[in-house]
């Protein structure tokens, strides 16, 4: 039987909650510390995806590099409520030109 992987998103509560409706798991966090424990926390369960929004992770560089290279959980940003900061296209970027060699966005 196939494993069954879950996907969380954290962030703010403005922000997860209306993730909640489409089925993900929401986390909502107040700090930046507790937005790197639940990270940390997910990492070691059967969660595939995490979803955090650009407001923490721009403070959480550490978290990102230690997970970045890693099957699971990808770790994707999202913007908050605040707006993008333009962090996650600046990661995508990095894993393609990391998978192929050039920059081709």
């Not at 721009?58 to 908050?80: C, F, H, N, S, T």
């Not at 900061?85 to 050039?102: L, P, Y």
Request: with cysteine; glycine share 8%; net charge negative.
């Amino acid at each position: 039987m196939a494993a069954v992987y879950s996907i969380a998103v954290v962030g703010d509560w403005e922000s997860v909650m209306g993730f909640r409706a489409l089925g993900l798991d929401t986390y909502p966090v107040t700090s930046v510390e507790e937005a790197r424990k639940t990270v940390h926390e997910l990492a070691k369960t059967d969660c595939a995806v995490i979803y955090l929004t650009e407001t923490l992770a721009k403070d959480m560089a550490d978290v990102l590099e230690r997970y970045k290279d890693q099957l699971r959980p990808a770790i994707i940003l999202i913007p908050g409520r605040e707006g993008s900061f333009g962090i996650g296209m600046a990661n995508i970027q990095s894993a393609i030109e990391r998978a192929v060699g050039a920059d081709i966005l």
